[in-house]
C-alpha cells in the first residue's frame, strides 16, 4: 500500500458548513491523550461542562458533550425524552425539522407535524395553537435550519407553551455561537448543537445542555448497564431508554461526580470542544453575534450588488448564511464546481424543494471575516461572468466594503 | 472567563487502552478541513474503505466508519441487525460481554447468554451446543475483553455455528491491529472496533465491515430519512432500524456511490482513523502483530519477575495487555495513583468481580515499545517497594531485556 499521509487542498469553506476550522482548535487536537479517569482529565471535562454553561447561556448542571456529530445530539436528547407513544410535535420551516420527525418517529413517538412553507417561520400564536390542540409531552424545534436559512424567533416559545408542562427540546447547530441563543433566558429545557457552523470546530462533538425538570423526566429511565450495575442499584420505572451509546442518563453520570464508566471519552474532539468555546468566550458571545451579524450583512449586501436575488424571509434569517437565487441560465452546479476548483472556494447547494435551485453562502465561525468575504465575492464575480450574467464589476466587493464602512 | 489553552500533563497511558497516541495520527488531524463532498474528500473517504478493508482482511465493499467511539460501532451493527424480539447469543466472558447483552436488550432482542469465570474463554463446542440449542439470528461475541485481558479464539467459530444461517458479530476494539484477525478468513459478518487500542489512535471513531450476506440484512430495512425521501423510494418491508444516527443502512448510503446525506463527517476523526490504519500496513500487519507479541511477552516476564502472579488462562490472552493480581497488603488504588503521580504512569484497575483485585497494564499501539515497558517495569519496582513488597531489585527490567534478547 502506497498511500501517504493526506493531504487536503487548500480550501476555503464558505457553505452552510462545516466551514473552515480555526487553526487554534485544529492545534488544540494535537494535544497528546490522557487516561479517561487522571485527574488533569476531570479537570478538563469540568472546565468543559462550565464552559459550555456560558455559550449556552445556562445554568444546568447537565452540560456537557455527546460523543458525536450534532445529529447524534440531536438522537440523545430525543431517545431520552421520547417513551413509545409519547406525544411530540415538530414544527417544520425545513429540513432538519424533518430530521426531528424522522429521529422522534424511530422513538416509537406519537409525532405530529405543523409546517410552514419553506422560506417561511411560524408565528409564536401558530406554535401556541398546536401546542394547546396537541398538547405534547415534548415540543422539539430547530432554531436555525440552514437548509432555508430561516431561524425560528424562540423568545416567545415557553409563554407560547403556557400552562401545558411540554418540554422544549431545540436544535441549536447552526445558530449556537453566531445568533443570539439564551436557554435560560427562554426558557428551553434542552438544546443541543455541534462544532461546525458558528463554533469554528470539526463536526464529531455535541454540546449539549438539559434544564433540571428534563434530567428528572431522564433520570427517571435511568438503567445501570449489566456489568456494572451494583446490588442495590433500582431497575428504572419508567420504560429504559432504547439506545446505550445515547443514553443521556448514563452519559449524566459519566460526567457527574460518580463518574460512571459509559463509554471511551473521544479525547481529541474534548480538546478541540473545549478550545472552540474558550476562543468563543474569549471573544465574547455578544461581540462573536456582532461579528457575525456584521459579516453577515457584508456578504448579503454584496450577492445583492452582483445581482443575485436572496431567498426567504429576510427578517428571520439566521446571520450566518444566506440563500440566493441561482441566476436563469446558469448551471448552479457547475459554477459551484468551477468556484472550487479555480478558487478553492466551497459553497453550497441545498436539498428537497430547493436543490438546485439556490446557493446557500455561510459566513460563520473562523470565515466571519473581512477577507473571507471579499475573497468569496470576488471570486463569485468571476464564475457568474464565466456562466454568461453580467455583474456589475467590482460591484459585490464594493457593496460589502460599505458595510464595512 | 480566564481559562488558557488545554495543557495536558505528560503521561505514558500503559492501561487497557485509550493509550498514548502516535504523534503522527494527532498531527493528521491537524489538518485543515474539507467540504463533505469535495472530490478530495470523496478521495479520502474511498481510500478510508480500501484501507480498514486490509485491516479486517477482508473483501467487504461496506468497511467504513461510524462516527462515534467504539461502542457507538457495536450499538451501530446491532441495532441494525436486531429486530425486536430476534434472538441473539451472547457468550459472556467479561465485562464486554455484558455490553453486548445490554446493547442488544435495547434494540428489543429475545437475548440468550452462555457464561464462563473470568479468566476464561469458551470452548468452540460449548458455544456450537448454544447455538443449537438457541438458533440464534445473531451470535454476538467479544474477540479481546481487556475487563479480562482474554481473547476468545474465533477461527474455528463459523464451522461451530455450521449450517444454522446465524450471523456472526464480533467487537474487536482491543485486539484488532495487535493480534491475528481475519474477517473473511475466519467467516464474521460484522466486526467493529475502535481507535483507541492497538490501532494507536484517539477514541471517537469506530471501523466497522460488513458482509454482503448482513448488508442484505441490513438494507431489507432501509429506509430514506423525511426530508431526503423521493418519489419511488420504496418503504421497506421489514421493521425499520430503531436508530437514525446509527443506521447502517443509511450509513452505507452516505459511504457509497449514491453518497446520500447523513450525518456530517467527523473529518478530523476520519482523518485521525486514515493515518491510524496507513502506518500500520506500512508496518505490516504481521508484524505489528508480531511487535505485540513481543513487547507483550517481555511486560509479562518482567511483571512476573517483580513477584507479581498474572490473572487468567495465559494460553488466551490477547497479546497487547495482562494483568496482575495486586498483592496481599499493597494499596491498590494508592498505588496505582504514585505511579501516575510520580512517574506520569498509567495502568488500570477492572470492573466487576476483578475490581480492585487486579491491574491491567497494557502494551499496544504506539506503546507497543521497547522504551515503554522498561519505563513502566522500572517505575512499578519503585513503587512496589514504596508499599512494602520486596521486588527484586532490576529484576523486572533484567527480565523484559532478557526476552529482548
Not at 433566558?185 to 455541534?194: E, L, Q, R, T
Not at 471519552?265 to 453575534?289: I, K, N, Q
Request: glycine share 10%; proline share 6%; hydrophobic share 45%.
Amino acid at each position: 500500500m502506497m498511500t501517504g499521509p493526506f493531504a487536503p487542498p487548500p480550501r476555503l469553506l464558505m457553505g452552510p458548513g462545516p466551514i473552515t476550522a480555526d487553526p487554534r482548535v485544529l492545534r488544540a487536537m494535537s494535544a497528546q491523550l490522557i487516561g479517561q479517569y487522571d485527574p488533569a482529565m476531570t479537570e478538563c471535562m469540568n472546565e468543559v461542562m462550565a464552559l459550555y454553561r456560558a455559550v449556552f447561556r445556562s445554568a444546568n448542571e447537565q452540560t456537557f458533550l455527546v460523543d458525536g456529530t450534532s445529529r447524534a445530539g440531536i438522537e440523545a436528547a430525543l431517545v431520552s425524552l421520547l417513551e413509545p407513544g409519547d406525544r411530540v410535535l415538530v414544527p417544520v420551516f425545513g429540513r432538519f425539522g424533518h430530521l426531528l420527525v424522522e429521529i422522534a418517529r424511530r422513538c416509537g413517538a406519537d409525532v405530529h407535524v405543523i409546517d410552514v412553507e419553506w422560506g417561511r417561520v411560524f408565528e409564536p400564536e401558530q406554535i401556541a395553537a398546536a401546542v394547546r390542540s396537541v398538547r405534547p409531552k415534548v415540543l422539539a424545534v430547530v432554531h436555525g435550519d440552514t437548509a432555508t436559512t430561516m431561524a425560528q424567533p424562540l423568545a416567545d416559545l415557553a409563554s407560547a407553551v403556557g400552562d401545558s408542562d411540554a418540554l422544549l427540546y431545540c436544535d441549536a447547530t447552526a445558530t449556537l455561537g453566531g445568533n443570539d441563543f439564551a436557554t435560560d433566558g427562554w426558557g428551553i429545557d434542552v438544546v443541543s448543537a455541534g462544532l461546525q457552523k458558528c463554533l469554528g470546530g470539526p463536526s464529531g462533538s455535541a454540546p449539549i445542555t438539559i434544564s433540571p425538570r428534563a434530567a428528572e423526566v431522564i433520570t427517571a429511565r435511568r438503567r445501570i448497564e449489566a456489568g456494572l450495575r451494583d446490588i442495590g442499584d433500582d431497575e428504572p420505572a419508567r420504560p429504559p431508554i432504547a439506545s446505550n451509546y445515547l443514553d443521556l442518563a448514563q452519559i449524566m453520570e459519566y460526567w457527574g461526580p460518580r463518574r460512571l464508566n459509559h463509554h471511551t471519552e473521544a479525547t481529541s474532539m474534548l480538546y478541540a470542544a473545549r478550545e472552540c468555546a474558550r476562543l468563543l468566550l474569549d471573544e465574547g458571545l455578544d461581540a462573536a453575534v456582532a461579528r457575525h451579524a456584521l459579516h453577515g450583512r457584508a456578504m448579503v449586501a454584496g450577492v445583492q450588488a452582483l445581482g443575485l436575488q436572496v431567498f426567504g424571509d429576510q427578517r428571520h434569517r439566521m446571520a450566518n448564511v444566506v440563500a440566493v437565487h441561482i441566476p436563469d441560465g446558469v448551471p448552479g452546479e457547475q459554477a459551484r464546481a468551477a468556484l472550487l476548483a479555480d478558487f478553492g472556494i466551497e459553497i453550497g447547494t441545498s436539498f428537497g424543494p430547493l436543490h438546485g435551485r439556490v446557493w446557500r453562502i455561510g459566513t460563520m465561525g473562523y470565515n466571519a471575516r473581512h477577507d473571507a468575504v471579499l475573497m468569496t465575492l470576488a471570486a463569485l464575480e468571476q464564475v457568474l461572468r464565466a456562466y454568461g450574467t453580467n455583474p456589475l464589476p467590482g460591484g459585490g466587493v464594493a457593496a460589502a466594503k460599505e458595510v464595512y464602512g
